[in-house]
């Protein structure tokens, strides 16, 4: 305990002892900091073992510690100055590799590749050419314009031969796992929204029966879709970087965005968002 007297030696004076100590000066878990902060205690647990890698880029994690600062009385401005020391030390010039000095180019397999395509290149072009002096162009087709459509389309797709050419379908929605799957649209009783994010932010998702869809940290310019029995039922601990879409319709929530950036709400089958229940009964 003699390092966090006064925070002047020993590991006592760093981030995640000063935070650490803060928390428990205020009377907070892990958890209950976690829950306020709409975090997930994993990201306390790293910031106050000073586990800074595994927390993503250096500008989240620098925005963690200013928030966690705020909640418990300490310094943010402090702390994130000997963040900056600590995750982005300046750069160590003496260990930028020197160019090859001219002259000194040796021919390697790659170069060796090259010439090795272009001839290849070159003997298919010779030969494609030869069979063509063989083989000349076919003339015109004199096939009235129209004949070739298949009567009776209603589609209005061209059709050769009687065979009728679809049109593509529209590319289908991401999956909210982000497994590449596809999202289907809402059967009768759901509802589907999507969550675009501008900035990183935690987000739970849970349907009507109160099974989580969904709980993570969710970086940002992602995209998020879900589907489910509604009402959905959604928090968001930065609420103000999160667009939401209910059915493909876009739906403003900074009417339900609270003072500490969160907001909680439900999206009803017919679309309707209200504000719904803090997350732990707050």
């Known amino acids: 305990m003699t390092g966090q007297a006064g925070g002047e030696s020993g590991r006592g004076s760093g981030i995640g002892p000063r935070l650490r100590s803060a928390r428990e000066r205020s009377g907070l878990t892990v958890e209950q900091a976690a829950l306020k902060l709409h975090l997930d205690p994993a990201v306390l647990q790293g910031l106050e073992a000073e586990d800074f890698g595994a927390l993503g880029a ?3 994690v620098k925005g963690y510690v200013g928030r966690y600062a705020e909640l418990v009385g300490e310094s943010a401005e402090s702390l994130q100055q000997l963040l900056s020391s600590a995750v982005m030390p300046a750069p160590d010039l003496t260990r930028i590799p020197r160019a ?58 061209p059709a050769v031969s009687g065979k009728v050419i679809a049109p593509k379908p529209a590319p289908a929605a991401e999956d909210a796992s982000g497994t590449g799957q596809t999202a289907a649209g809402p059967s009768e009783g759901e509802v589907r929204i999507t969550l675009k994010f ?16 969904y709980r ?58 209200q ?6 009964g707050e």
């Open 275 to 280: 504000s719904g229940p803090r997350p732990g």
């Open 100 to 157: 090859r000095a001219q002259g000194s180019r040796i021919i390697g397999p790659a170069a060796i590749a090259v010439v090795a395509g272009l001839v290849v290149l070159g003997s298919i072009w010779f030969g494609i050419s030869r069979w063509h002096e063989g083989h000349p162009p076919l003339a015109p087709s004199r096939v009235a314009p129209g004949t070739l459509v298949a009567r009776g389309t209603e589609s209005g797709a």
């Open 198 to 213: 501008s900035a990183p932010s935690w987000v739970e998702v849970k349907d009507a029966a109160g099974k989580r869809l």
């Open 58 to 60: 250096p500008i989240y």
């Open 216 to 273: 993570a940290m969710v970086p940002a310019a992602a995209v998020r879709i879900f589907k489910g029995p509604a009402p959905l039922h959604v928090v968001l601990g930065y609420a103000p970087a999160v667009t939401l879409m209910v059915d493909g319709r876009a739906t403003p929530i900074g009417a339900l965005v609270q003072s500490d950036h969160a907001a909680s709400f439900e999206v009803a089958a017919d679309g309707r968002v």
